[in-house]
């Protein structure tokens, strides 16, 4: 009867390597989950840089239209305005270009908007044509 009791009592449990390999299991699914979820905060990053810079693009083309509304037109109908504005805690840069067009009164604006200094690829960018 003594035999049975410590029998039962080694069998009670998980032995030392059983619990190493399941802290293994989970110690990958944890890596795992960490990578999907840094994967997610990226997108939903980028994903917000470029609508805050379509929102700066499209108050610039918005101003654009109101002034060339106002104003007549002027000899060749190209040129290029620079500015920037803080909007959402960041500084974004923007470039408004007006190209004349081969349509007769047709004007192209396109505005490109950086986040910050950086020289890279504008971070949004809009194109709309007004009639002078």
């Known amino acids: ?21 399941a802290l293994l299991v989970v110690g990958i699914a944890y890596t795992g989950v960490s990578a999907a ?11 917000m840089t470029r609508h805050i810079s379509h929102r700066v693009a499209w108050n610039r083309l918005v101003e654009q239209y109101l002034i060339a509304r106002d ?19 960041a500084r974004w840069h ?7 067009t081969t349509g007769g009164d047709l004007v192209r604006y396109t505005v490109d908007v950086r986040q910050g200094d950086s020289p890279s690829s504008p971070a949004g960018a809009l194109t709309a044509f007004f009639s002078r």
Do not use: C, S, Y
């Not at 979820?37 to 994903?47: E, G, N, S």
């Open 71 to 89: 104003q007549r037109p002027n000899g060749n109908g190209t040129g290029e305005r620079r500015g920037e504005v803080e909007q959402f805690g």
């Open 37 to 47: 979820i840094a994967q997610f905060v990226d997108q939903r990053h980028r994903v």
């Open 94 to 100: 923007w470039v408004v270009t007006r190209e004349k």
């Open 1 to 21: 009867m003594a035999n049975t009791v410590t029998n039962f009592r080694r069998q009670k449990g998980f032995t030392l390597v059983e619990a190493l390999v």
